[in-house]
């Protein structure tokens, strides 16, 4: 049987890809173990202080735990420090809407500064998460849009990515909708894929770097805006 050389050469470049990638996946995972371990160390006192705002403003636990959909579709449980009032059914009102009731005084500091993430760290420590990658999406949404979700969930989820700079005002945007659920499922949730999709597509450690670069402009920015 004959053999072309084009067919030799397509052969060789798809393994050269495949170990480049391979190479990439273990350089980006080596980089999120050693930011997520210096990152948990160096915010420990504020890991506290927050901690310690939480207990002494509302009952209930310091962290707020709920499942997400991870890599090739296994469930994990995402960690943030708990904003919202103890007993609060997330099942039942998965969506933050604009000023929600639920949202506790502190835990609307933490909301607007983002620092009710940085539990994800553990998250990525343990292998759940990246820093950057698509956001981990609910079960129930992942469901409705399962086809779209297989290229997605080729690369762990991520603490930030393209969608989350894009609608870090998500829950204003939804306060203005008539039906804030359908808003979500119709318009914001299928931009978030593309943008997730567009993400695998384009990912690479510079790529990350400079996603992280903007959100912590973003978040800086947004800041000062709320001070001024």
């Not at 991870?70 to 994990?76: E, I, N």
């Not at 989820?157 to 909708?177: F, N, Q």
């Amino acid at each position: 049987m004959k053999v072309s050389y084009t067919s030799i050469n397509s052969m060789r470049r798809s393994r050269k890809t495949d170990l480049q990638d391979t190479r990439q996946n273990a350089t980006k995972r080596i980089i999120d173990v050693a930011a997520a371990t210096s990152g948990l160390v160096l915010l420990a006192p504020v890991f506290l202080i927050v901690a310690l705002l939480i207990k002494s403003t509302s009952r209930g636990s310091v962290l707020f735990r709920h499942q997400r959909v991870g890599r090739h579709f296994r469930l994990f449980d995402i960690l943030k420090f708990r904003t919202m009032i103890q007993d609060t059914d997330p099942l039942n009102r998965p969506l933050t809407v604009g000023k929600d009731a639920r949202i506790t005084r502190v835990g609307r500091f933490l909301r607007s500064t983002k620092i009710d993430e940085l539990p994800q760290l553990v998250n990525v420590l343990k292998g759940d998460m990246s820093l950057v990658g698509p956001r981990p999406e609910l079960p129930r949404y992942v469901k409705m849009f399962r086809e779209d979700y297989e290229k997605i969930l080729c690369v762990r989820p991520g603490i930030t990515d393209i969608a989350s700079i894009k609608y870090r005002d998500e829950a204003a945007l939804l306060g203005r909708a008539d039906n804030p659920e359908q808003e979500y499922v119709e318009t914001i949730l299928p931009t978030k894929i593309a943008l997730a999709k567009k993400y695998v597509d384009q990912c690479s450690l510079q790529y990350d770097l400079r996603l992280i670069q903007t959100t912590i402009w973003t978040l800086v920015r947004g800041r000062f805006k709320t001070v001024g």
